[in-house]
């Protein structure tokens, strides 16, 4: 097969307008080649996010939620409720139960008369914040100490390796349950439980990454010319790691989420009666709340739902953009079996 042949799964072909390719005889069919214009590796990565529509979907997921967690404060005040506002007339039953969705409360109310939208976006606010402080925490200590025990192996690596194993094997929720009892349950608490549980696997991945970079010519060159242990590493050997730590960031928010999602619903998270999502899935648990109220569970699963399943499948998306050879295999594997049942057909053909 020619290296130039379109079939060719290897060759990603651009159109005409961006490859400058522009048919001058259509007669002839003869084509002159434009001067074609040079693209980074971060402009390609874009071009192959914007052909994915699960990217683009989940970017629009995503873009909305900070959206409306950053207009929590605007929405309020347009609806006119606050998150911990109380409608003891409006927004309860005659028997006490909570109003369903209707014109002034949007999205209905709880058990004691708040309205579930502000309640909602105000619950945004709070996952993302964990979500995200947690990331940079968990992403900056395991790349540190990835780093560090990949390069300098030894005594190092050693100790290093034994610490992301004892962090490993601690059953995380027991040990969340038992550092919410000596310090009591805050939002600071609930980041510090996430970070601490989530650094191990980065710190895994990097010191891989890590083992097999610190062998590569760059770094010999580096070595050779003598530059420290801590400038190869910093200058050198970080810069090649941003693709696993980013493709690992964006995976492990939607981790963040939910761990502090459980930790509020167990009652071990974000106290009452600051909203959060799993203080609203919490509260409709309660004496099977959900069963005359299921907008309770409803709203509050669907937004953990939609925010975890974009950021997953954005996270897959920056993968496979980041490290196009996964879709060059796919490729090479569908033309393998279009070929294979070309020539079955032709061989009934025959027969």
Do not use: C
């Not at 699960?54 to 005040?77: D, E, F, N, Q």
């Amino acid at each position: 097969m020619s290296p130039h042949d379109p079939a060719d799964p290897r060759v990603e072909v651009e159109p005409a307008e961006e490859s400058g390719i522009i048919d001058q005889h259509p007669d002839s069919g003869l084509t002159v080649q434009a001067p074609v214009a040079a693209r980074s590796p971060l402009q390609l990565v874009w071009s192959r996010l914007r052909r994915d529509t699960t990217a683009m979907v989940s970017v629009a997921v995503i873009l909305l939620v900070i959206l409306a967690a950053l207009a929590a404060p605007l929405i309020a005040a347009w609806i006119g409720h606050g998150p911990d506002e109380q409608f003891r007339d409006d927004g309860l039953t005659e028997f006490g139960t909570p109003v369903g969705p209707n014109g002034q409360f949007l999205l209905g109310t709880d058990n004691l008369g708040r309205d579930v939208l502000v309640r909602l976006v105000y619950g945004a606010q709070v996952s993302l914040i964990v979500a995200f402080a947690a990331t940079l925490g968990a992403l900056g200590i395991g790349t540190i100490v990835g780093l560090v025990a990949g390069f300098l192996r030894g005594w190092v690596d050693t100790v290093l390796t034994w610490l992301m194993d004892t962090t490993l094997s601690l059953p995380q929720l027991l040990f969340a349950i038992s550092l919410v009892a000596l310090v009591g349950p805050s939002l600071g608490t609930t980041v510090v439980v996430i970070v601490l549980f989530s650094w191990a696997p980065i710190a895994r991945v990097v010191r891989g990454q890590v083992l097999s970079l610190r062998e590569r010519e760059f770094v010999e060159a580096a070595r050779s010319l003598g530059a420290s242990n801590w400038r190869i590493m910093r200058v050198d050997v970080l810069p090649n790691l941003l693709v696993p730590i980013l493709v690992y960031g964006t995976l492990l928010i939607p981790q963040a989420i939910v761990f502090e999602a459980t930790l509020s619903f167990l009652g071990l998270g974000v106290l009452p009666p600051t909203a959060t999502w799993g203080n609203m899935l919490s509260i409709a648990s309660q004496g099977s709340l959900y069963t005359i109220a299921p907008w309770l569970v409803i709203f509050p699963s669907a937004a953990l739902l939609a925010v975890t399943l974009a950021f997953n499948l954005l996270g897959d998306s920056i993968r496979d953009a980041l490290d196009p050879r996964q879709t060059l295999f796919a490729g090479r594997r569908k033309l393998a079996r279009t070929r294979a049942a070309r020539r079955a057909a032709k061989a009934e053909a025959r027969a």
